[in-house]
């Protein structure tokens, strides 16, 4: 979908003081390249944009009101950094990696990736390989932090998987930040392209590099994903948010699917003081398979919002989600997950499930799963449950010898290892497992 701006649109300008400011921040130098009128259509629509607040139905439990208190600004300057903790065994030489939202060519590896394959960062790439055809095309890409990011963009990660092209290693999307004294404003951005036959699994991980002074920073990671599936295409995609405590993370995944394609993601969010995810499936032929799983698990005071949508519009789609949340201390989560079920999409099968743990009786979770149907011949369920440690669970361990505390950790681990267990990565795995073992606040109540 290409933005256009209409004179209404251009003549609403600058309506929020804080987004003008950030606008100003993160747009380049004018430039002649093809990405120039891209970024002006973007920038039309933040400048005649707000920032969201709790008065709109979409963000009514997600208050943004903290962000507006920092002044961002971008450091397109690369800094060195370590990343040697951070390389996946299984992409070792199939990763880019960028820095703040530069590109790091020396701490990258593209080699022995197949023919027919292309994972670059956009500025090395010519014309010729078709990205201005997908690059900002996606569905709601005039949402206001969607817009941004593209009014700001001068690189991308991006990955091309050419016709019945199988890539057997993940591709590995590495984004560190890396934060001084000021805050730090990064807006990470990839394109993903899966031609008609072609198999991929990619993984976008988002991290924060504290280096010697292990001093949390403020910074606000603004990302944008863009996966275009072709007919009968496969993509696995584990997407794992590890900012910063004092981080915030807006993050846009945008999938559209061609007839017969398929879509897995693995969605794990444990950083930022608050953090919002918004993941899009637009469905453009029939026969499509979409699994979504997720897991948040959050302490302290930080808020995650997970909010999703999947637009199943032609018939005999398929969609399977469970999102899980592990909330502890004075935490907040939020599910919103929308399916939309219009009447040409017959035969449609649909499931929705939100599980929720909450480790604190001062914790909280608010949850939504919503299905829109009009369609009259399809099969659709949707459910959320929120519950506590049982203590009949933790009494029976205990009478196995083993104390509370590790019988809690034990319960914990098994709720989250239903969703971990699935991702296609097995050194991921382990990592995610040490993740859910390393955070010993969710383990008491606070």
Request: aromatic fraction near 6%; proline fraction near 3%.
């Amino acid at each position: 979908m290409t933005m256009q701006v209409s004179p209404a649109v251009t003549s609403l300008v600058d309506r929020d003081a804080f987004l003008t400011g950030l606008l100003q921040e993160v747009t380049p130098d004018k430039s002649e390249d093809w990405l120039q009128d891209l970024r002006q259509n973007a920038a039309h629509w933040v400048r005649h944009a707000v920032i969201p607040n709790t008065r709109d139905e979409e963000w009514r439990f997600t208050d943004l009101s903290a962000l507006r208190q920092v002044q961002f600004r971008v450091d397109r300057e690369l800094t060195a950094v370590d990343i040697a903790g951070l390389i996946l065994p299984e992409a070792v030489n199939s990763r880019l990696v960028f820095v703040n939202g530069v590109y790091a060519p020396e701490l990258s590896a593209v080699a022995d990736l197949p023919a027919g394959v292309t994972v670059s960062n956009l500025a090395g790439l010519s014309e010729s390989f078709g990205t201005k055809k997908y690059l900002a095309q996606a569905g709601g890409s005039q949402e206001v932090f969607t817009a941004l990011n593209t009014a700001g963009m001068t690189d991308a990660a991006v990955v091309l998987v050419a016709k019945n092209v199988v890539v057997e290693s993940p591709i590995h999307l590495l984004f560190v930040s890396v934060v001084g004294e000021d805050a730090v404003i990064s807006q990470p951005r990839c394109l993903v392209v899966a031609e008609s036959g072609s198999q991929v699994c990619l993984v976008e991980e988002f991290i924060n590099h504290r280096g010697a002074e292990n001093t949390e920073r403020v910074y606000l990671n603004n990302a944008v994903t863009e996966v275009w599936i072709g007919e009968n295409a496969e993509v696995s995609h584990v997407r794992v948010e590890r900012d910063g405590l004092e981080a915030f993370h807006v993050g846009k995944t945008a999938v559209t699917q061609a007839r017969d394609s398929r879509y897995t993601c693995h969605a794990f969010c444990c950083g930022g003081q608050l953090s919002r995810h918004n993941l899009e499936i637009f469905q453009t032929g029939e026969q499509t398979q979409t699994t979504l799983n997720g897991l948040t698990m959050i302490s302290g005071h930080q808020l995650a919002d997970t909010h999703s949508t999947i637009a199943l519009n032609h018939p005999y789609g398929t969609s399977r989600q469970l999102h899980k949340c592990i909330v502890g201390d004075r935490a907040h989560a939020v599910f919103n997950g929308k399916v939309f079920v219009p009447k040409p999409a017959q035969l449609t099968d649909a499931g929705q499930l939100n599980r929720n743990l909450l480790l604190s009786s001062k914790a909280r979770v608010d949850t939504k799963p919503q299905l829109e149907i009009t369609a009259d011949n399809v099969k659709c369920a949707h459910g959320a449950t929120v519950s506590q440690l049982e203590d009949d669970e933790i009494f029976y361990l205990q009478s196995r010898g083993i104390n509370e505390t590790d019988a809690r950790k034990l319960l914990i681990n098994a709720f989250a290892a239903e969703i971990i267990n699935q991702i296609p990565v097995m050194s991921l795995q382990e990592i995610l497992l040490n993740t859910v073992n390393s955070l010993k606040s969710l383990s008491s109540d606070s």
